[in-house]
């Protein structure tokens, strides 16, 4: 549940605004003190939080930046559907199986989806983001042009700490307010948290249950129809150039009359109506997506992250990759790889920081520098083709030694190391 998302994965320093700002900062919080007390938040605790809160530039940065770099959906899909996620997702399942069967009893929602929405909105609970929500909610309250919609989120996370439900600390989250173990933003977690542990307290943060009994209330409320599939992946007849989109909902019986049929040989049923949804066009893969893929998209509007969730609840139900290939030669590669990338590209000497799996401007900066150096095309991209040339390239130069070891005697080289 985010709206905003930092697509770069840029990491911002926490950093205080200008002097001028500040000030500006100062005045704007004591009108948000009078909006949150006239809106019922007792004046201790908006004191208690926004006591000398500084506004966060970093979270400036965020808001005004312009993603330079589009992501491929080859990329996105490759990140967040790898086999590390399938896997871990898998062993969760199994970890909190008498909680998702639970949450599948009482909200009739696919217990693969909300694991998939827990993998790819926190790595399962491990990356929730370390932002202050008050501090970043009232930046973005008093600068930037979504002052409104942020207020309103700001007053959110002020009457979760009125109610107890969550303490201070652990509301953090990603610098547009989106926390917890599926990243609710706070208005959502006031009409949609549920205590699904039964310990009285709605904590998406600190409990497994309440997060994925939310979740799975989220998805039942917008719409989820139990026992329906997503969609499924289809094969296209050779030279298809019909009609194609999210939006564009067709009775099933017209896209099975075009020749649309699944890759898995399996009976096109499900639901209707249905659309196809062909994200890197006619050439790559294709899927008819019935309802429940709205009710997906409804947690993040966005055509590839529902895309995600939904072929990575397949996967941890036991499917396999996609069928049909990406129309590219140089598809994406996982975060296992990514570090690959980094790491090589440490040990020739680019300073990238430490290698994560998140390809930042650094990585992207180190990698078109490698790119230029081996005549590859120049995009700063992280792919295959980067990957094999690095794993292909000769040995990086040996660093420079400070003082000179004693000289090696002649000889073989040992047999072993
Ligand atoms: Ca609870």
Redesign the pocket.
């Known amino acids: 549940m985010k709206p905003l998302r930092n697509a770069l994965g840029l990491s911002l320093a926490l950093a205080a605004v200008p002097a001028a700002a500040a000030d500006e900062f100062t005045a704007c919080v004591a009108q948000l003190r009078t909006e949150a007390v006239g809106k019922g938040i007792a004046p201790q605790v908006f004191d208690t939080a926004l006591t000398g809160v500084e506004a966060d530039q970093g979270v400036l940065d965020a808001l005004e930046s312009q993603p330079e770099f589009k992501t491929a959906i080859w990329d996105y899909l490759a990140g967040l559907v790898d086999e590390q996620r399938v896997a871990d997702g898998r062993a969760k399942l199994g970890e909190w199986a008498s909680v998702f069967a639970e949450a599948e009893q009482r909200f009739g929602v696919d217990r693969h989806v909300i694991a998939a929405v827990w993998g790819v909105e926190s790595d399962f609970g491990r990356i929730m983001g370390g932002r202050p929500l008050v501090r970043s909610l009232a930046t973005v309250s008093c600068f930037g042009h979504r002052q409104r919609f942020f207020r309103g989120e700001l007053m959110a996370t002020l009457r979760i700490l009125q109610s107890g439900d969550m303490p201070a600390e652990s509301l953090v989250g990603s610098w547009a307010g989106a926390f917890g173990q599926t990243q609710f933003m706070p208005t959502t977690y006031q009409r949609l948290a549920v ?9 998406i943060v600190r ?1 497994v ?2 997060a994925l009994g939310s979740t799975a209330n989220f998805l039942a409320r917008a719409g989820w129809v139990s026992g329906q599939p997503w969609g499924f992946e289809v094969v296209l007849p050779a030279g298809y150039s019909g009609p194609s989109g999210r939006r564009n909902r067709q009775p099933l019986a017209k896209w099975s009359a075009l020749g649309i049929a699944r890759t898995d040989g399996g009976a096109l049923s499900g639901g209707s109506p249905a659309a196809l949804l062909l994200p890197a066009g006619a050439r790559g893969p294709a899927f008819v997506v019935f309802r429940n893929f709205d009710v997906i998209y409804s947690y993040n509007a966005a055509e590839s992250y529902a895309l995600a969730i939904a072929h990575l609840s397949d996967r941890l139900r036991g499917g396999g990759p996609l069928l049909t290939a990406w129309p590219t030669d140089d598809p994406g590669i996982s975060r296992l790889e990514r570090r690959e990338v980094q790491q090589r590209l440490l040990e020739r000497g680019f300073d990238i920081g430490k290698p994560d799996g998140i390809i930042g401007q650094r990585t992207r900066v180190a990698i078109e520098s490698f790119q230029t150096s081996t005549g590859l095309t120049v995009d700063g991209r992280a792919g295959q083709r980067v990957l094999n040339t690095l794993r292909a390239a000769a040995p990086p130069p040996k660093p420079p030694v400070a003082e000179s070891p004693p000289a090696a005697p002649e000889g073989p080289a040992p047999a072993t190391k």
């Open positions: 205590d699904f542990d039964g310990d009285g307290r709605r904590d409990s249950p309440d």
